[in-house]
């Protein structure tokens, strides 16, 4: 983060804001908008927006795992397989 680049007060987002969007989209660093000294917003790249999103989501997948992992909510790769076997020819003897 380039501290003075990527906090803008809200009155620099009203007056540039085309300006504004450019720089987020070239740089993909966020800017945080403040408002009366205070951060209040941050504005974001949509491409950035959805690799962040993409990631979050992948944690989450992995902290669910890994609670079942401890829990002891297992099943053997063999029978997983074999379950998903099964389900793929209920679905083409159903068609």
Do not use: C
Request: cysteine-free; hydrophobic content about 35%; glycine content about 4%.
């Amino acid at each position: 983060m380039k501290i003075k680049e990527d906090i803008k007060p809200i009155s620099y987002l009203k007056s540039r804001s085309a300006d504004l969007i450019s720089q987020i989209n070239e740089t993909h660093r966020p800017v945080i908008i403040t408002q009366n000294g205070e951060p209040r917003a941050v504005i974001q790249d949509a491409e950035s927006y959805e690799k962040t999103i993409n990631s979050l989501n992948l944690m989450r997948i992995l902290a669910h795992g890994e609670k079942a992992v401890q829990k002891g909510d297992t099943i053997k790769q063999e029978d997983l397989f074999k379950q998903i076997d099964e389900t793929l020819m209920n679905r083409k003897t159903h068609k």
